[in-house]
């Protein structure tokens, strides 16, 4: 009976891991902008890599309007990779934090890509 809970337990743990698409998706979850110069336009892009056998239709979803990505929606085919282009305006003089949500279409999770930097003036 101890053996039937262990391995209950190692397969919840193993199909929740493949559900929050760190299993079938590979990417940076945390991009780091060294400096970045107020009232100017930063730049950065994201890779995304299917690792399924699928292919998975993503969202990508910034968090406010002063951030623009390109494409708004990708098609990954199995194991294959789309680079995602990522644009802001730098309006604040400090610290920041831009989240990106990417939303799978099959199965509606959420996964967040967090873009950090300073500004300087």
């Not at 891991?17 to 730049?43: H, M, P, W």
């Not at 292919?55 to 098609?75: A, K, M, R």
Request: glycine share 6%; proline share 2%.
């Amino acid at each position: 009976m101890k053996n039937m809970r262990c391995l209950f337990v190692v397969v919840l743990l193993f199909l929740l891991a493949g559900c929050n698409g760190q299993g079938i998706l590979d990417f940076e979850r945390e991009i780091t902008i060294k400096e970045s110069i107020y009232g100017d336009t930063v730049y950065t892009s994201l890779v995304i890599r299917n690792r399924s056998n699928d292919t998975l239709g993503l969202t990508v979803i910034p968090e406010c309007d002063c951030t623009v990505v390109f494409p708004e929606s990708v098609q990954l085919k199995p194991h294959s990779r789309q680079k995602v282009k990522i644009a802001y305006y730098v309006n604040t003089v400090s610290y920041y934090e831009k989240m990106i949500c990417l939303e799978c279409e099959k199965t509606g999770v959420i996964d967040t890509v967090v873009i950090r930097g300073n500004v300087q003036k």
